[in-house]
Every structure is written in structure tokens, then in C-alpha cells.
């Protein structure tokens, strides 16, 4: 699964957390990021806020 969130940034430019949960079916996000980040991906955090 991290091989394939890296996939989806790469391809993408970006994941959110819906993103990884409609397309890829990945619940834990911020687990594979982390991992990733740890291996030595340069990955940034950006926060969004919006109203519903």
C-alpha cells in the first residue's frame, strides 16, 4: 500500500485524506506518509480549511 500512495503523489502531485480512502481504499494515510518520510521522501504537510 505505501508503494501505491507514493504512486498516487507522484502521479497526482498530492493526496488528501479522501483521496487515498475513494481510490486507493487506504484508511491509514498518515501511517504510509510517515513511513515514506522516514525512507527519505521529501513529502510537506499543507492544511486546508474550508466551510461545509
Request: hydrophobic content about 35%; overall charge positive.
Amino acid at each position: 500500500m505505501k508503494e501505491r500512495v507514493l504512486k498516487y503523489i507522484l502521479d497526482f502531485g498530492s493526496v488528501s485524506t479522501w483521496d487515498a480512502i475513494k481510490d486507493l481504499g487506504c484508511t491509514r494515510l498518515s501511517a504510509y506518509i510517515y513511513m515514506l518520510k522516514k525512507e527519505g521522501y521529501d513529502i510537506k504537510k499543507e492544511t486546508i480549511k474550508f466551510t461545509n
